[in-house]
């Protein structure tokens, strides 16, 4: 499987692109600010074609250029229903072009992505995550989960914690963490480690 992550925009928000390989369909997780042209850059260097954008909740820093990039290939924006109220002009000006993501798998580019709702960050806060073909497994946890750190709420303190703690800490250690702004890190060691998922169980 290929990921290819780069951060974008003043708040450095990470945006992916995910592939079965290079000179394939992919699917684009959270086209923030100023991630469009860095997108292009990225889709030409490895001959991809975006199939679908995801996000990982409606904070513009995650979905602001989901408008842009939508238009300028022709793709949905998949998007938990309860943050379709946080998008802004940009991300929001297809808004025939937007489809509600829903816990379970979902199929695209050639990809099993498994959808679970997480909220706390934000209502329609969610994570995706991935079985490589190799056998590697990664979760992309938007704002919800950082190394070393979690998410601000935006409600319900516990909220988040009580998310994290019944979808994504019960992952294996080896889980390869993709987070929203920051260093990539694991399960295992945000177990051992991460002081605010002291109370999860986990």
Do not use: W
């Not at 998949?78 to 297809?94: C, F, K, N, S, V």
Request: hydrophobic content about 40%; glycine content about 16%.
């Amino acid at each position: 499987m290929l990921v290819v992550g780069f951060p974008a925009g003043p708040l450095e928000a990470n945006c992916y692109l995910l592939a079965l390989d290079g000179g394939s369909e992919c699917v684009i997780v959270d086209p923030g600010e100023e991630a469009a042209e860095p997108l292009e850059a990225a889709l030409t260097e490895h001959g991809l074609t975006p199939v679908a954008m995801l996000a990982t909740h409606g904070h513009p820093d995650h979905v602001a250029s989901a408008g842009e990039v939508g238009a300028r290939h022709g793709v949905p924006l998949y998007l938990h229903e309860a943050d379709r109220p946080l998008l802004g002009q940009d991300a929001g000006q297809r808004k025939d072009g937007i489809v509600p993501l829903v816990d379970g798998p979902l199929r695209l580019a050639g990809l099993e992505i498994t959808v679970s709702g997480t909220p706390g960050h934000t209502a329609g806060s969610v994570v995706f995550g991935l079985t490589a073909a190799e056998g590697g497994r990664i979760v992309l946890t938007g704002d919800s989960l950082f190394a070393g750190s979690i998410g601000r709420s935006s409600g319900d303190g516990g909220e988040l914690v009580r998310s994290l703690g019944a979808k994504v800490m019960t992952l294996p250690d080896d889980t390869v963490v993709l987070p929203g702004h920051g260093p990539a890190t694991t399960i295992g060691r945000e177990r051992a480690g991460n002081p605010f998922l002291a109370g999860t169980g986990a």
